[in-house]
């Protein structure tokens, strides 16, 4: 005999000990902390920090804990953190031409002002499993350059600047309010300043597969990785009571920059044009799709062919947070089955239709055309 | 980095984020059906899991107020328990399963039975508030269509599944016009439940998170299913009662009871069904 199913409050209850429990693992190996995870899983945490907006290297290593290692999952978890902060101010611009360089690269120029700094990065390691690092191992010494090393490493788009070789970037209104899709729903057409922050915070993957066809050729750019840059940059705030820059600390930040060709237009002659990628911490991967799919974006700007998904800032927007997504993908765990119901219903009467306009067509002689069942119709 | 628990907010959102919630529940309420755009914000459950409900039911629920929470009619699947209980933390408001007993009554899917009374506010989960989507997919379009009141688009669906199906075969989030003007997304209710939403003395409230839209349907408002003169709009209809409370021209589930075929049609509002039991209406499936 059926009971109508009571008990969803206890079965949530024991299912989140369980999951707990899971979490924990063998208990006879010691349980890992979120300092742990901060210094040595760091680029996890470099990424749930810059997917989450949130610049806090100890709540993403503690989200990363309790996400057990799924990074959606932190990001989520840091995310509706974020969002119950009081806004108390809005910094400066920071200033990344003055990083403090911890790695510099550009493909565009053999060598120039500050040098190519590799800095620590995964790119010429042979990607062979190192059993070593199965047990604790003792590090040796980075080699470090001498603080007067650290010349002035202006960015390569400025050098091409100087020279008029690439277009010129657009000085903002100084008082103009910038873009903020955490504060207004996200509108159509999307200015520049709005498509930077969906993007920044937007999906890796997601940004990584939408680059990637366009060098395959769905809406070429043509890109070259004017530079890239890792680093620390200061962070200041202007209290209106002080009226002078106050800073608040520094920020681990990456930055690229794409030069892409243009043939030029009516409007602007041949010149380089630019695809802009900046994100928290180190996630190099990250800040290059996004340059990408950036300049992608401006296709219709700059009065190119269009139609390609990485140029479609409707499509490319709407999809690309990822806690969005894993959210309406997931609830399709949630019943359904009111609506189900109704649909099992109209199924069986309309198989039942079927099945009688079958039943009455056999009995019909053949060749008798013109009047078939609609359903038998839309078979075709 | 301390342990101590964050102090949130009465009902969780800030002030702030609550006027502006509440202020463009007030322009919804203004013009009935219409999208209004509001900013979102992530809330500590997934989107597409209520978060537009539970954000609308954050910017009007006081501390008189009575929560209901239903998820396929029945309070107690595992979404309204986990929703129920994160107002109860935050919020700290009675709750009650009991239709009559609640002030506000967030739902997803379903309308209750018990007919709703003045003063009473039912507030729908939404996933997708443009009723227009599946036959345009760019908002820019969509937004367009309605300004223009250009909905040619949505009568040659229709009549495409009458040519195909010989009715509409629609069965849940099936469109309505309200006031004659704005057509709108009942949300994925069953069209059974439709009816309900015309001329209804609560108001109704509709959140999408995710979308960051509301709307609204302010009471007594006029409701009306599309359909066509010789294809009226025709309600879901079970052909045998309850089997628990015995209940007729209500919404019922099937319930699945052996792998030879047996099945048990049970109400889908759960407090509807137990009110009826507990003055001693049985249905032919009750002990």
């Given at each position: 005999m059926y009971v109508a199913v009571k008990g969803g409050e206890a079965a949530i209850d024991a299912a989140h000990r369980l999951l707990a429990y899971e979490r924990r693992g063998d208990p006879a190996i010691p349980e890992i902390t979120h300092e742990q995870i901060r210094e040595q899983l760091a680029l996890a945490v470099n990424r749930v920090m810059c997917e989450a907006s949130l610049y806090d290297p100890d709540l993403a290593a503690l989200a990363i804990k309790q996400a057990r290692g799924d990074l959606i999952e932190a990001i989520f978890l840091s995310r509706a953190y974020r969002t119950t902060l009081n806004r108390f101010g809005y910094t400066e611009p920071v200033d990344t031409g003055g990083m403090r360089i911890r790695r510099r690269i550009s493909a565009s120029f053999k060598d120039l002002p500050g040098g190519q700094v590799l800095g620590p990065?995964?790119?010429?390691?042979?990607r062979l499993i190192d059993p070593a690092l199965a047990q604790p191992s003792a590090i040796s010494e980075p080699s470090r350059a001498e603080p007067h090393h650290a010349a002035a490493a202006p960015h390569v788009t400025a050098l091409l600047d100087s020279e008029g070789l690439i277009e010129p970037n657009q000085r903002p209104e100084p008082d103009a309010a910038v873009a903020d899709l955490t504060r207004g729903a996200l509108g159509f057409p999307a200015p520049r300043d709005l498509r930077l922050q969906a993007l920044a915070r937007g999906d890796e993957g997601f940004l990584l597969a939408l680059g990637y066809s366009t060098q395959r050729?769905?809406?070429?750019?043509?890109?070259?990785?004017g530079e890239i840059r890792m680093g620390g940059v200061e962070v200041s705030i202007i209290p209106e009571e002080l009226g002078f820059e106050i800073p608040l600390g520094s920020l681990m930040l990456t930055e690229c920059e794409m030069v892409n060709q243009f043939k030029g237009s009516a409007e602007a002659p041949p010149q380089f044009t630019r695809g802009y990628g900046l994100v928290f911490g180190h996630c190099e991967r990250k800040a290059m799709s996004m340059a990408l799919v950036d300049r992608s974006l401006r296709a219709a700007e700059l009065g190119e062919e269009t139609g390609a998904p990485a140029q479609d800032a409707e499509f490319v927007l709407s999809h690309a947070d990822n806690v969005q997504a894993t959210g309406f993908v997931e609830h399709?765990?949630?019943?359904?089955y009111v609506d189900f119901q109704a649909e099992l219903a109209l199924l069986r009467q309309l198989r039942a239709e079927w099945e009688a306009e079958r039943a009455s067509a056999e009995t019909e002689p053949r060749g008798?055309?013109?009047?078939?069942a609609p359903w038998t119709e839309a078979a075709e | 980095m301390t342990a101590s628990t964050p102090i949130y907010n009465f009902a969780y959102l800030d002030e702030q984020t609550k006027r502006t919630i509440r202020r463009a529940i007030l322009k919804a309420i203004a013009i009935p059906g219409y999208q209004v755009p509001f900013a979102s914000r992530e809330m500590p459950m997934p989107y597409g899991w209520g978060t537009g409900g539970v954000q609308v039911t954050a910017s009007v629920l006081g501390p008189d107020d009575v929560l209901k929470v239903i998820d396929q009619g029945a309070d107690d699947t595992t979404n309204a328990v986990s929703i129920r209980r994160f107002f109860e933390k935050t919020a700290g408001v009675p709750t009650t399963t009991e239709t009559e007993a609640a002030t506000v009554i967030q739902t997803r899917h379903r309308i209750p039975e018990t007919p709703l009374a003045e003063g009473q506010i039912l507030i729908y989960q939404v996933p997708?508030?443009?009723?227009l989507r599946f036959l345009e997919p760019r908002e820019t379009e969509t937004r367009q269509m309605h300004a223009l009141q250009d909905y040619g688009l949505m009568h040659v669906k229709l009549y495409e599944d009458i040519a195909r199906?010989?009715?509409?075969?629609?069965?849940?989030?099936y469109p309505v016009t309200v006031e004659g003007r704005y057509i709108m997304?009942?949300?994925?209710?069953?069209?059974?439940?439709?009816?309900?939403?015309?001329?209804?003395p609560a108001l109704q409230l509709f959140g999408a998170g995710r979308e960051q839209r509301i709307y609204a349907l302010p009471p007594y408002t006029q409701v009306v299913s599309l359909d066509f003169d010789d294809h009226p709009f025709e309600r879901t209809s079970f052909d045998r009662p309850c089997g628990?409370?015995?209940?007729?021209g209500v919404y019922l589930d099937e319930v699945v009871?052996?792998?030879?075929?047996g099945r048990l049609f049970v109400c889908s509002d759960t407090d509807f069904c137990e009110k009826r039991r507990a003055a001693g209406q049985r249905g032919g499936a009750s002990l």
């Amino acid at each position: 005999m059926y009971v109508a199913v009571k008990g969803g409050e206890a079965a949530i209850d024991a299912a989140h000990r369980l999951l707990a429990y899971e979490r924990r693992g063998d208990p006879a190996i010691p349980e890992i902390t979120h300092e742990q995870i901060r210094e040595q899983l760091a680029l996890a945490v470099n990424r749930v920090m810059c997917e989450a907006s949130l610049y806090d290297p100890d709540l993403a290593a503690l989200a990363i804990k309790q996400a057990r290692g799924d990074l959606i999952e932190a990001i989520f978890l840091s995310r509706a953190y974020r969002t119950t902060l009081n806004r108390f101010g809005y910094t400066e611009p920071v200033d990344t031409g003055g990083m403090r360089i911890r790695r510099r690269i550009s493909a565009s120029f053999k060598d120039l002002p500050g040098g190519q700094v590799l800095g620590p990065t995964f790119d010429y390691t042979h990607r062979l499993i190192d059993p070593a690092l199965a047990q604790p191992s003792a590090i040796s010494e980075p080699s470090r350059a001498e603080p007067h090393h650290a010349a002035a490493a202006p960015h390569v788009t400025a050098l091409l600047d100087s020279e008029g070789l690439i277009e010129p970037n657009q000085r903002p209104e100084p008082d103009a309010a910038v873009a903020d899709l955490t504060r207004g729903a996200l509108g159509f057409p999307a200015p520049r300043d709005l498509r930077l922050q969906a993007l920044a915070r937007g999906d890796e993957g997601f940004l990584l597969a939408l680059g990637y066809s366009t060098q395959r050729g769905y809406g070429r750019t043509h890109p070259f990785a004017g530079e890239i840059r890792m680093g620390g940059v200061e962070v200041s705030i202007i209290p209106e009571e002080l009226g002078f820059e106050i800073p608040l600390g520094s920020l681990m930040l990456t930055e690229c920059e794409m030069v892409n060709q243009f043939k030029g237009s009516a409007e602007a002659p041949p010149q380089f044009t630019r695809g802009y990628g900046l994100v928290f911490g180190h996630c190099e991967r990250k800040a290059m799709s996004m340059a990408l799919v950036d300049r992608s974006l401006r296709a219709a700007e700059l009065g190119e062919e269009t139609g390609a998904p990485a140029q479609d800032a409707e499509f490319v927007l709407s999809h690309a947070d990822n806690v969005q997504a894993t959210g309406f993908v997931e609830h399709l765990k949630l019943p359904h089955y009111v609506d189900f119901q109704a649909e099992l219903a109209l199924l069986r009467q309309l198989r039942a239709e079927w099945e009688a306009e079958r039943a009455s067509a056999e009995t019909e002689p053949r060749g008798d055309t013109g009047q078939g069942a609609p359903w038998t119709e839309a078979a075709e | 980095m301390t342990a101590s628990t964050p102090i949130y907010n009465f009902a969780y959102l800030d002030e702030q984020t609550k006027r502006t919630i509440r202020r463009a529940i007030l322009k919804a309420i203004a013009i009935p059906g219409y999208q209004v755009p509001f900013a979102s914000r992530e809330m500590p459950m997934p989107y597409g899991w209520g978060t537009g409900g539970v954000q609308v039911t954050a910017s009007v629920l006081g501390p008189d107020d009575v929560l209901k929470v239903i998820d396929q009619g029945a309070d107690d699947t595992t979404n309204a328990v986990s929703i129920r209980r994160f107002f109860e933390k935050t919020a700290g408001v009675p709750t009650t399963t009991e239709t009559e007993a609640a002030t506000v009554i967030q739902t997803r899917h379903r309308i209750p039975e018990t007919p709703l009374a003045e003063g009473q506010i039912l507030i729908y989960q939404v996933p997708i508030p443009e009723p227009l989507r599946f036959l345009e997919p760019r908002e820019t379009e969509t937004r367009q269509m309605h300004a223009l009141q250009d909905y040619g688009l949505m009568h040659v669906k229709l009549y495409e599944d009458i040519a195909r199906h010989g009715q509409i075969a629609t069965t849940y989030a099936y469109p309505v016009t309200v006031e004659g003007r704005y057509i709108m997304d009942p949300t994925p209710i069953p069209k059974f439940d439709n009816p309900k939403m015309n001329d209804c003395p609560a108001l109704q409230l509709f959140g999408a998170g995710r979308e960051q839209r509301i709307y609204a349907l302010p009471p007594y408002t006029q409701v009306v299913s599309l359909d066509f003169d010789d294809h009226p709009f025709e309600r879901t209809s079970f052909d045998r009662p309850c089997g628990l409370c015995g209940s007729t021209g209500v919404y019922l589930d099937e319930v699945v009871t052996d792998d030879k075929g047996g099945r048990l049609f049970v109400c889908s509002d759960t407090d509807f069904c137990e009110k009826r039991r507990a003055a001693g209406q049985r249905g032919g499936a009750s002990l």
